[in-house]
């Protein structure tokens, strides 16, 4: 069964690293989310990107973040300057249409900043 | 804009008993509901979703939830609770105009021997 895959597991930085976040959707999905789970908190949608472009963004999703899809399989989360209260876990999904149709979430990369 | 309210973040249940995770919703426009686990240090799995038609959907591992628009909730219920049960549950809820998903704040799930 297909799968989306999130690398790495997880990542250590320190405060004001940039980082990047890599995520492999399942290859005939057309839609590409991001999402991030604080510790103990619950899972919040950060940008959505279809047609290589942002769809939709929250106000999680400041200047700092920025997404791509550089090669027709990656995509990728970047942070230019990591803060601490960007630890978190962060989940990549993806969907064959948008809207109601299923996201399937990838395992999620944690990021701890020191 | 849309919500969802979990009642209840730690359920404890004895295993063999039935489950109950509440979930209610708030929507402006008709909306498309999930309910997802979460393993320890795991990634999120879709239990099951409901879109349109029939308002009682079954998904996996034995669980099912029930659309009722009047009380605007989505409970998930499991007749028999087996230990592997034991996991993080969310409830979640889209609109066909909207691509993301509003999570609620999760359930922890315990199971008792």
Redesign the interface.
Known sequence: EPEVTQTPSHQVTQMGQEVILRCVPISNHL?F?W?RQILG?????LV?F?NNEI??K?EIFDDQFSVERPDGSNFTLKIRSTKLEDSAMY?CAS?GQ???Y???????TRLTVT | AQSVTQLGSHVSVSEGALVLLRCNYSSSVPP?L?W?VQYPN?????LL?Y?TGATLVKGINGFEAEFKKSETSFHLTKPSAHMSDAAEY?C?V?????????????TRLHILP
């Not at chain 2, 889209?94 to 999760?106: A, E, P």
């Open positions: 839609y989310y999402y908190q619950k899972v919040e949608f959505s279809y769809s939709e929250s989940f969907s948008g809207g109601s299923e996201q399937y979430f990838g395992p999620g | 498309y999930f997802y795991q990634g999120l799995q879709l979703k879109t969310f979640a889209t609109s066909n105009r909207d691509d993301k998903i509003i999570f609620g704040k999760g």
